[in-house]
């Protein structure tokens, strides 16, 4: 079964705090992607990773970073989060990354930071 | 770099009428086009992947058109039903990177 999995699914943080959002597939994409998406901006690339510890920042990295150790399981980490990074957040994940390759959409994490 | 804008951002229809959603690029060299759908509360899924070849594609009760000369790219949702109502994003890829998405357009269907 083709699947992106997000964990968790729902998260209030308080500003300063750490955030960890996790993201699993289990199709053995080598490209995978980090997206927040917030009204009227559509869908923004933070973050895109092409293997295993082979990452490259998208649009708007600034304020996170991200870890990938294994090739189905990519973090986006928020160090000290702020009210501004309040937003919905997308994994995808691709066979490679070569344009005609179709993105699937994990479910989303609804973060909140008060 | 490559920009995409994506209208109307709110669209109301009747149930068996049509509604389109239009999103214009500018990088000419662009050649994978894709729509997603997503529903409220859920994930964005593929409506249909287009490429710069073929101006006219059709799919379940939908159909998109590709015109490259002016650098637009068209959703037709044809006898629109409530099961449409849901958020639609056209996406650009001119080769390498991430795609880059419209800003999205909310489709309501009423009865």
């Known amino acids: 079964d083709m699947k992106v999995t997000q964990m968790p699914r729902y998260l209030i943080k308080r500003m300063g705090e750490n955030v960890l959002l996790e993201c699993g597939q289990d199709m053995s994409h080598e490209t995978m992607y980090w997206y927040r998406q917030d009204p009227g901006l559509g869908l923004q690339l933070i973050y895109i990773s092409y293997d295993v510890d082979s990452n490259s920042e998208g649009d708007i990295p600034k304020g996170y970073r991200v870890s990938r150790k294994k090739r189905e399981h990519f973090s986006l980490i928020l160090d000290s989060a702020k009210t501004n990074q309040t937003s919905v957040y997308f994994c995808a994940s691709s066979f490679s990354q070569g344009s005609q390759n179709t993105l699937y959409f994990g479910a989303g994490t609804r973060l909140s930071v008060l | 770099g490559e920009q995409v804008e994506q209208r109307p951002p709110h669209l109301s229809v009747r149930e068996g009428d049509s509604a389109v959603i239009t999103c214009t690029y500018t990088d000419p060299n662009s050649y994978y086009f894709f729509w997603y759908k997503q529903e409220p509360g859920a994930s964005l899924q593929l409506l249909m992947k287009v490429f710069s070849s073929t101006e006219i594609n059709e799919g379940q009760g939908f159909t998109v058109l590709l015109n490259k000369k002016d650098k637009r790219l068209s959703l037709n949702l044809t006898a629109a039903h409530p099961g449409d109502s849901a958020a639609y994003f056209c996406?650009?890829?001119?080769?390498?990177?991430?795609?880059?998405f419209g800003t999205g357009t909310t489709v309501s269907v009423s009865p």
């Open positions: 996406a650009v890829n001119q080769g390498g990177r991430a795609l880059i």
